[in-house]
């Protein structure tokens, strides 16, 4: 009996929070399971067919596993990602334009801006717990793909197993029913009836 073969893997793409994913499954209901929702994200526009080829290939080296990188990064796609997102400059991005009052002074007159005190900064919150959960789910994933694997394999040795039994019954049961002809006709042959 012929394999059946290996269903044939699409990537999307979709942003959540920080970081752009791909992944590589059989169908769109299989990706939104790998994401963890019931929305239709791409019914909204915010998950589509990956194109950039290097998401691709790197989705397709890890099927069914979800891969990520920091939003606005050029890093390759990977399990952990270690780059941040970046942040735009918005003081930067914004352009000056004088208030109304400093408009209206004269120039000797404008105030300079008092300093302010440089606020202390925390250390960056521990991240042992989600890295933790994080490699949690992803062994599961891993564990997963691996258990269904191993179940289409012992399907295909069930399903050639029961063609084979079912070839030798037929030959068997071709042999046997001309036994019974064979056997009624002498049967009569002698003067039987029935």
């Known amino acids: 009996m012929p394999k059946t073969p290996p269903q044939k893997l699409k990537v999307f793409q979709a942003q959540f929070g920080f970081f752009d994913t791909v992944l590589a499954v059989p169908s769109q209901a299989a990706a939104l399971r790998a994401w963890g ?3 239709n994200l791409f019914a909204t526009g915010h998950a589509k067919v990956a194109t950039d080829e290097a998401a691709i290939a790197a989705a ?3 099927p069914g596993t979800l891969l990520r990188r920091a939003v606005g990064s050029n890093d390759p796609f990977s399990i952990e990602p270690t780059s941040l997102p970046k942040v735009p400059d918005l003081a930067a991005a914004m352009p000056e334009s004088p208030s109304v009052s400093e408009a209206t002074q004269k120039p000797e ?3 300079k801006p008092e300093q302010k005190p440089q ?6 919150p521990d991240r042992s717990r989600l890295n ?3 490699a949690a ?3 599961l994933d891993e564990q997963h793909v691996r258990e269904e694997a191993d179940l289409r394999r012992q399907q295909e040795e069930l399903d050639a197993k029961r063609a084979s039994v079912q070839q030798t019954y037929a030959e068997a ?3 046997a029913s001309a036994a019974v002809v064979a056997a009624r006709a002498a049967y009569r042959k002698a003067g039987g009836t029935g």
């Open 37 to 39: 929702t019931h929305r």
């Open 132 to 134: 933790a959960a994080q």
């Open 109 to 111: 007159l404008k105030r």
């Open 137 to 139: 789910l992803q062994d």
């Open 119 to 124: 606020p202390v900064r925390s250390p960056p």
């Open 60 to 62: 397709l080296q890890h």
């Open 173 to 175: 049961r071709t042999r």
